[in-house]
């Protein structure tokens, strides 16, 4: 199975989930998240927003990671491959999150959800076509 449709979601789901992932980590690559961006990306997994704290905590954490192997990138061909492995791995951690909001259109879903492409397309629409490009030796192409 596709690891980036673990969940069986419809094609447009899936495709939506790796436009939304792929302009999350070229925030990163563009530097820190500010804090519209990282608001965008603290989507908890439970209705009543009691998550909103592991949320937060856990997109400090995919940042820290994927900025952990940026700060120390040089333009060099030792430097370029533990570059490219932590943009690989943030790629695939922010799917999976962006994933688990797919799921929440079915399981936990609140009155004020306003639901999964609303969701997905606002980190998208912020992202605009600039996301896609980023500077410096850790921002090549994802």
Known sequence: MDETNIYNHR???VKLVQEAAAVAVSWVLGG???RQQSDLLQIGYHANGHDAMGAAVRVMRWERALRGVLDGATDSEESRR???AAKDMALREMRLHLHHVVEMDWWF????WPGCHVVLRRIVAAGGP???EAPG????AL
Not at 109 to 112: A, E, G, I
Not at 137 to 140: F, L, T
């Open 32 to 34: 820190e998240l500010t």
């Open 109 to 112: 879903r609140s009155q004020d």
């Open 82 to 84: 533990p570059v490219a």
């Open 11 to 13: 094609p447009d789901d």
């Open 137 to 140: 030796p850790a921002g090549a």
């Open 130 to 132: 600039e996301a896609q």
